[in-house]
């Protein structure tokens, strides 16, 4: 099959100072592929990303102390008042966007950035958040073209929902996948910070599927520093008034540097180092939360999702990253089965078992 071919769309995007990144050697690097990746590592990432959407939604926004005081550890799903109570995995935007996006690159071939944009404006979102409803305000009701209506906001609203890009690359890599990658980003978050968070994840991402051993803590924090500092900007953020770090300025990478080389070198655990950073939707907090899980716990899937579910404030979105990357990392075979049973399988109010339909298209699509 023939690619879409986006690398052409995203120098245009550079000439025209359009995109919020730098122009960094990651554009011209080739992906490499030691081996063919299993379908089981890409279903493990989809699944992976939307149970840990549904394991966090019902709690979402509690800080982690509070959470624990009503719910106590949460290692299933809670009962969910949409759907009469019961314990079943429900959706909310990590979910719905991540598998809109699939579901709109295997009907296109491909990534057809305006085609995604329609795409996300289509349907109800549940749990929107404030970035990706001023997206639609601007690409739906002002008309703005796709590369002018996503907000300069470092949400992680991209981050969460950026996974799926990488599946028409898995055969064939090529450095297509970072053009689609920067693209898919900024159709809703057009800022540095969260544009370089996701193409920093979708090489974790390519690098963890095709290896069979847990890399060591100091690779994720390497990886992805490395990575960042090609692609970001020279953007400089300010926290949300966080007394632990008080009048800090400068870049994701120097957040990211300080904060979980520090947590890591005094042994801190998960919940005290998001407490400390905090684990909101802020990029500036997301980042370090998933990379220090992942440092901590990439030896067990279900460790790693308990923790993000349990020890972060943004938890469905925190714990979807991490699902993503530990199902691609593990392989479906590691989830465990009480999780993917209880997993509505919606994109919707009532369109039961549609995630799993999307997998069985993908496979039949870009894997046979």
């Known amino acids: 099959m023939q690619l879409i071919n986006n690398s052409s769309v995203l120098g245009d995007l550079f000439e025209k100072n359009a995109i919020r990144i730098n122009n960094g050697k990651i554009f011209q690097t080739q992906p490499q592929l030691s081996s063919p990746i299993s379908f089981d590592r890409i279903e493990g990432m989809l699944l992976g990303l939307c149970i840990g959407d549904s394991l966090g939604n019902t709690s979402e926004a509690l800080f982690p102390q509070g959470r624990k005081e009503r719910f106590g550890e949460i290692c299933d799903y809670l009962p969910n008042k949409h759907n009469k109570d019961l314990k079943k995995g429900l959706p909310s935007d990590d979910t719905q966007l991540a598998m809109w996006t699939l579901d709109q690159i295997n009907l296109d071939k491909g990534l057809i950035p305006d085609n995604l944009a329609k795409r996300f404006c289509s349907s109800r979102i549940f749990g929107i958040g404030s970035t990706v409803r001023e997206f639609i305000k601007n690409y739906k009701d002002l008309k703005k073209k796709w590369f002018e209506s996503g907000p300069h906001k470092a949400g992680n609203g991209a981050l969460m929902r950026i996974a799926p890009i990488i599946i028409p690359h898995l055969r064939k890599p090529s450095i297509n996948l970072w053009a689609d990658t920067a693209i898919a ?184």
């Open 185 to 368: 980003a900024m159709v809703t978050h057009n800022d540095s910070a969260s544009t370089s968070s996701c193409i920093t994840f979708v090489k974790l991402l390519f690098e963890v599927m095709q290896i069979t051993s847990i890399p060591k803590a100091e690779w994720w924090l390497n990886t992805a520093l490395e990575t960042l500092r090609d692609v970001e900007t020279k953007t400089i953020y300010e926290l949300r008034e966080n007394p632990n770090y008080p009048n800090w300025t400068g870049t994701l990478s120097d957040f990211v540097e300080k904060t979980v080389t520090e947590a890591y070198k005094n042994n801190v655990s998960v919940v005290d180092a998001c407490n400390k950073w905090y684990s909101g939707a802020y990029i500036l907090e997301t980042f370090p939360s998933v990379l220090y899980i992942l440092m901590r716990y990439a030896h067990s899937f279900e460790e790693a999702i308990i923790r993000a579910v349990n020890d972060t404030k943004d938890n469905d979105s925190v714990a979807s990253i991490v699902g993503a990357i530990m199902g691609a990392l593990h392989g479906k075979k590691k989830i465990p089965s009480r999780w993917i049973e209880n997993l509505s399988g919606r994109t919707t109010g009532f369109d039961d078992g549609r995630v799993f339909q999307i997998i069985e298209d993908t496979k039949r699509i870009w894997f046979e």
